[in-house]
């Protein structure tokens, strides 16, 4: 079992750059491809970024590739995503997730454990 914990969000100007972080419980986080999903009000929960377990591979969806950067340490058993250059559009919950698969999912199908989400905001 493992419990993700995300942190980081809130109320952040157009152009800014947060880090999101989710921490998670338990001793096998190395043994996960983790992954942040977002979900904007009246909206489909939708992939944003994934990375492997060693953090050598990452994918992103096209909506943040170039902005966004996802990347881990498994020392610190952390997943972290680096937002630049937000957009009012980026207003999302944000959730983090974690799947046994063996390669880079971007459907949620594929991810068992989920943190409680946290929210980000972009004001124009």
């Known amino acids: 079992q493992v419990q993700l914990v995300e942190s980081g969000g809130g109320l952040v100007q157009a152009g800014g750059s947060p880090r999101l972080s989710c921490v998670a419980s338990?001793?096998?986080?190395?043994?996960?491809?983790m992954g942040w999903f977002r979900q904007a009000p009246g909206k489909e929960r939708e992939f944003v970024a994934a990375?492997?377990?060693?953090?050598?591979?990452?994918g992103y969806a096209e909506s943040v590739k170039g902005r966004f950067i996802i990347s881990r340490d498994n020392a610190k058993n952390t997943v972290y995503l680096q937002m630049n250059s937000l957009k009012p559009e980026d207003t999302a919950v944000y959730y983090c997730?974690?799947?046994?698969?063996?390669?880079?999912?971007?459907?949620?199908?594929?991810?068992?454990?989920w943190g409680q989400g946290t929210q980000v905001t972009v004001s124009s």
């Open positions: 997730a974690g799947s046994s698969s063996g390669t880079l999912r971007v459907s949620a199908t594929f991810y068992r454990y």
């Open positions: 990375i492997s377990r060693n953090g050598g591979s990452t």
């Open positions: 338990g001793r096998t986080f190395s043994s996960y491809i």
